[in-house]
């Protein structure tokens, strides 16, 4: 079945470093790809989303790239901010279930000052 | 953000009693899912909904039921509460494979 893997944290960084969060996936068919975002006592906010190889999603200076030959979408910032301290979760979807979501285990972020 | 409300936002319950947890939105999506949030599991998918009166079971749902008698409700229920039920649950709704939608979630402990 589809399954999410995405790299184990908690990671820390200093404000200003590069984020990188590795995510690759395993699908039967041609999944849409997710990262959401959930900051703390909070639900599940969409970060960005890529629904075919090669698309690229961006927001709030995240980036990540739908990559059909290496199954991966991993997650890239270029300088991250403590507010951007939180847990993200990279998810795909297929149409065989209702478009549901399926979930990596989510990888918590903490960026110090 | 789509108005999605969960009700109750927190709830304390003894084993072996019966819980409902509601789910309300107002953006006529058709879809509805219901996830439970695990430290270490992510978020797992217990039901969903594809339309009133249609719903199939997702990767947990063993213990777990669920209702949709109008579009705008999705209604969760553990028959009988037990305590590997303890956990937080979040509604999602969803128009099309785009995006989904999250409520603020329902803390349940069961003692």
């Known amino acids: 079945g589809d399954s999410v893997t995405q790299m184990e944290g908690p990671v820390t960084l200093s404000e200003e470093a590069f984020l990188t969060i590795n995510c690759t996936y395993t699908?039967?068919?041609?999944?849409?790809l997710f990262w959401y975002v959930q900051y703390p006592g909070e639900g599940l906010q969409l970060l960005l989303k890529?629904?075919?190889?090669?698309d690229k999603g961006s927001n709030k200076g995240f980036e990540a790239t739908y990559r059909k030959e290496t199954t991966s979408f991993h997650l890239e910032k270029g300088s991250v901010q403590v507010s951007d301290s939180a847990v993200y979760f990279c998810?795909?979807?297929?149409?065989?279930?209702?478009?549901?979501?399926?979930f990596g285990k989510g990888t918590s972020l903490l960026v110090t000052p | 953000d789509a108005g999605i409300t969960q009700s109750p936002r927190h709830k304390v319950t003894e084993t072996g009693t019966p819980v409902t947890l509601r789910c309300h939105q107002t953006?006529?999506?058709?879809?509805m899912y219901w996830y439970r949030q695990d430290p270490g599991h992510g978020l797992r998918l217990i039901h969903y909904?594809?339309?009133?009166?249609?719903?199939d079971k997702g990767e947990v749902s063993d213990g777990y039921s669920v209702s949709r008698s109008k579009t705008e409700d999705f209604l969760l229920t553990l028959e009988s509460a037990t305590s590997s039920q303890t956990s937080v649950y979040f509604c999602?709704?969803?128009?099309?494979?785009?995006?989904?939608?999250f409520g603020p979630g329902t803390r349940l402990t069961v003692l």
């Open positions: 999602a709704t969803s128009d099309t494979y785009n995006e989904q939608f």
């Open positions: 699908a039967t068919g041609y999944p849409s």
């Open positions: 890529a629904t075919k190889a090669d």
């Open positions: 998810a795909l979807s297929e149409d065989d279930s209702g478009y549901a979501l399926n």
């Open positions: 953006e006529n999506h058709r879809y």
């Open positions: 909904s594809y339309g009133v009166k249609d719903t």
